[in-house]
């Protein structure tokens, strides 16, 4: 019997980070664009986080598409979550949230299929990022230093401008 019950007691753990806290949560926690044309893309990732990281994602986005991109994230990381669309390329800054208050969102249409990185940078600092390059041990609490983010990428193909 307890062979038999031992898998489920991972399951039973009451942690907010126990089992798929983090993964899929992009579909489980961003809102989706009301555009019904709009498709999510399988690019879309979700990860942890903690307070001070920078992360990015590659994707490719394709000429002839309109894209939406968004995040979502766990209150404890706060405001101020900066994210920026780079060409992969030439490393040039395509699109800053910062200097359009902090969007959580962003819809464009390509004319060039490139690559790209979806950067997101948290504000504040943890005592995981300020311990990079010790070899002290350290704690970390998920409850005021750690949270879950989701990139949610959606495209559709691009109407027809004019009449």
């Known amino acids: 019997m307890f062979f038999i019950l031992l898998p489920f007691a991972?399951?039973?753990?009451?942690?907010?980070?126990?089992?798929?806290?983090?993964?899929?949560y992009h579909r489980d926690s961003c809102p989706t664009s009301k555009n019904i044309y709009y498709r999510v893309v399988d690019d879309s990732r979700s990860a942890l986080f903690v307070k001070g990281q920078v992360s990015r994602i590659k994707s490719i986005i394709y000429n002839g598409r309109d894209?939406?991109?968004?995040?979502?994230?766990?209150?404890?990381?706060?405001?101020?979550?900066?994210?920026?669309?780079?060409?992969a390329d030439?490393?040039?800054?395509?699109?800053?949230?910062?200097?359009?208050g902090f969007a959580s969102e962003f819809e464009f249409t390509v004319t060039q299929t490139s690559e790209i990185y979806i950067e997101i940078e948290v504000p504040?600092?943890?005592?995981?990022?300020?311990?990079?390059?010790?070899?002290?041990?350290?704690?970390?609490?998920k409850d005021t230093e750690m949270g879950c983010i989701g990139i949610l990428i959606e495209h559709m193909i691009t109407p027809v401008k004019g009449f």
């Open 90 to 100: 030439t490393e040039n800054v395509l699109y800053d949230n910062t200097e359009d």
């Open 10 to 24: 991972g399951m039973s753990q009451t942690h907010d980070y126990s089992m798929r806290r983090c993964w899929g």
């Open 124 to 141: 504040g600092s943890s005592r995981m990022s300020e311990a990079e390059g010790q070899n002290d041990l350290i704690f970390v609490r």
């Open 67 to 87: 894209y939406r991109i968004s995040f979502c994230h766990d209150a404890i990381l706060g405001e101020g979550i900066t994210m920026r669309i780079i060409d």
